[in-house]
T-cell receptor, first 115, second 110 residues
Framework: GAGVSQSPSNKVTEKGKDVELRCDPISGHTALYWYRQRLGQGLEFLIYFQGNSAPDKSGLPSDRFSAERTGESVSTLTIQRTQQEDSAVYLC?????????????FGPGTRLTVL | DQQVKQNSPSLSVQEGRISILNCDYT??????FLWYKKYPAEGPTFLIS?????DKNEDGRFTVFLNKSAKHLSLHIVPSQPGDSAVYFCAAAGNTPLVFGKGTRLSVIA
């Protein structure tokens, strides 16, 4: 079956604008994660969704960041009033269940550039 | 404070030789460790893992060693091949979301 897909692959925006990043997980995967990788840094956990449970938002860096997930399907990460420090590759991953021990399957990422 | 550290940002190895990538962690609650491999413009892919109850796990050319007392793990690739050239991320799991290191860029020179 298809892997995790993300869109757009690249996004260039002006400082202060809002952006939406989309993730389509592997069908049947109940857990979905968002990460951020800034230049020269590791993967930084942002948020995860597990089934119908409340999402873990502990990694979101500010209230300008939010994410939604429709059931066990598509997720959207929204960044409001973008800042230059938001420039990064945003990666989405899904797994068959949430716990850290389950293999996560990553999408190719969205490269966000804030001018 | 980084809980998972990969202190070598890059490593170059001749084809056919052994590649050793190192990772240190600080949180003693971590009990499962993973290595992911990432090619440019692609997402990371799972490579190999090890539970804290083991000190070695081998899968083909890839072996991961865990030294719990030193809070250190390493990934050995032997023999190294040009297709192994990628960024390798160490990740640690416990009762929290995965924590990743910054990665080590491996270049295997033919």
């Amino acid at each position: 079956g298809a892997g995790v897909s993300q869109s757009p692959s690249n996004k260039v925006t002006e400082k202060g604008k809002d952006v939406e990043l989309r993730c389509d997980p592997i069908s049947g995967h109940t857990a979905l994660y968002w990460y951020r990788q800034r230049l020269g840094q590791g993967l930084e956990f942002l948020i995860y969704f597990q089934g119908n449970s409340a999402p873990d938002k502990s990694g979101l860096p500010s209230d300008r960041f939010s994410a939604e997930r429709t059931g066990e399907s598509v997720s959207t990460l929204t960044i409001q009033r973008t800042q230059q420090e938001d420039s990064a590759v945003y990666l989405c991953a899904s797994s068959s269940a949430w716990d850290s021990y389950n293999e996560q399957f990553f999408g190719p990422g969205t490269r966000l550039t804030v001018l | 404070d980084q809980q998972v550290k990969q202190n070598s940002p890059s490593l170059s190895v001749q084809e056919g030789r052994i590649s050793i990538l190192n990772c240190d962690y600080t949180n003693s609650m971590f009990d499962y460790f993973l290595w992911y491999k990432k090619y440019p413009a692609e997402g990371p892919t799972f490579l190999i893992s090890i539970s804290s109850i083991k000190d070695k796990n081998e899968d083909g050319r890839f072996t991961v060693f865990l030294n719990k007392s030193a809070k250190h793990l390493s990934l050995h690739i032997v023999p190294s091949q040009p297709g192994d050239s990628a960024v390798y991320f160490c990740a640690a799991a416990g009762n929290t979301p995965l924590v990743f290191g910054k990665g080590t860029r491996l270049s295997v020179i033919a």
